[in-house]
């Protein structure tokens, strides 16, 4: 069985940093593409960042260009997203996500609660 664990979210004042981490058993990750995504309240889930299997290629959602990178050990089979420079508009429950080039997004975490104060 596949899962996803995230972990890393907290409480933190803007214009600081954290560091997220998606620890995944059950699968290999470095078959897969990894994304980060992050919901708020009301609103739909949004896309973050995604990494491809070697992890070059970032790609990022403009809001967060200069400020986040995604990055991945596949010998640890998890992937990370460092935020630096995070804003209150940052604040939102992330997620990480895997999926198979082409493909959806199939697996899933539970979700980080990241908090940024102003």
């Known amino acids: 069985q596949v899962q996803l664990v995230e972990s890393g979210g907290g409480l933190v004042q803007a214009g600081g940093s954290l560091r997220l981490s998606c620890a995944a058993s059950g699968r290999t990750l470095s078959s897969y593409l990894m994304g980060w995504f992050r919901q708020t309240p009301g609103k739909e889930r949004e896309f973050v960042a995604r990494i491809n299997y070697s992890g070059s290629s970032p790609t990022y959602t403009d809001s967060v260009k200069g400020r986040f990178t995604i990055s991945r050990d596949n010998s640890k089979n998890t992937v990370y997203l460092q935020m630096n420079s995070l804003k209150p508009e940052d604040t939102a429950v992330y997620y990480c996500?895997?999926?198979?080039?082409?493909?959806?997004?199939?697996?899933w975490g539970q979700g980080t609660q990241v908090t940024v104060s102003s």
């Open positions: 996500a895997s999926r198979r080039d082409p493909g959806t997004w199939d697996y």
